[in-house]
């Protein structure tokens, strides 16, 4: 059971450059989330999909889209990239109701932005 | 918008001794609150969660407790042993799906 798995783990691009972080479950949640984590902040929310087909923003989505694939997956793009976003970023996935509702999360992915 | 603070922001305890670690959170409305723990260059690994009617949950030598009324949660950790060391996340979940983190307590246990 691999759980919530992010690819890649590690990143350097440019400045300007564009890529996506992929993210998949393998527990059937319907909710999906992507976070940022930087020193002394905590993990801040950059997007959630509550349920397929349904995306929203969350604290700093500034400079971020996603994408809901399927109910597996759930993308983070970066479409310019800018040193500001040199970050953590980790994926989440967890379900509301019903007798499981903890979230569980990605190993992360290790991004910097030069 | 819901806040979360976590208070001490550190906390370096001798090997045996139990630790205490205090989560508060401004908005009661909450769905469930969960404890993970998180290892240098790791990810989140899930401690314990406690739905929003339940007062308290145990797993092992921790113990997590949740006033919802007064916006708080403790977590307990007894017998500290230096494989503790780690920084310990609580977050909480509204309703309407989101999850909101504290900043942490890093935790040393010396041997």
């Known amino acids: 059971n691999a759980g919530v798995t992010q690819t890649p783990k590690f990143q350097v691009l440019k400045t300007g450059q564009s890529m996506t972080l992929q993210c998949a479950q393998d527990?059937?949640?319907?909710?999906m989330y992507w976070y940022r984590q930087d020193p002394g902040m905590g993990l801040r929310l950059i997007y959630y999909?509550?349920?397929?087909?349904?995306?929203d923003k969350g604290e700093v989505p500034n400079g971020y889209n996603v994408s809901r694939l399927n109910k597996r997956e759930f993308s983070l793009r970066l479409e310019s990239a800018a040193p500001s976003q040199t970050s953590v970023y980790f994926c989440?996935?967890?379900?509301?109701?019903?007798?499981?509702?903890?979230?569980?999360f990605g190993q992360g992915t290790r991004l910097t932005v030069v | 918008k819901q806040e979360v603070t976590q208070i001490p922001a550190a906390l370096s305890v001798p090997e045996g001794e139990n630790l205490v670690l205090n989560c508060s959170f401004t908005?009661?409305?909450?769905?469930?609150l969960q404890w993970f723990r998180q290892d240098p260059g790791k990810g989140l690994t899930s401690l314990l969660l406690?739905?929003?009617?339940?007062r308290e949950q145990t797993s092992g030598r921790l113990n997590a407790s949740l006033d919802k009324s007064s916006g708080r949660s403790t977590l307990y950790i007894a017998a500290s042993q230096p494989g503790d060391s780690a920084t310990y996340l609580c977050?909480?979940?509204?309703?309407?799906?989101?999850?909101?983190f504290g900043a942490g307590t890093t935790v040393t246990v010396r041997a």
């Open positions: 406690i739905q929003s009617s339940q």
């Open positions: 527990m059937n949640h319907n909710s």
């Open positions: 989440a996935s967890s379900d509301i109701g019903g007798s499981v509702t903890e979230a569980f």
């Open positions: 999909s509550a349920s397929e087909g349904t995306t």
């Open positions: 977050a909480v979940r509204a309703n309407d799906y989101k999850l909101s």
């Open positions: 908005d009661s409305a909450i769905y469930n």
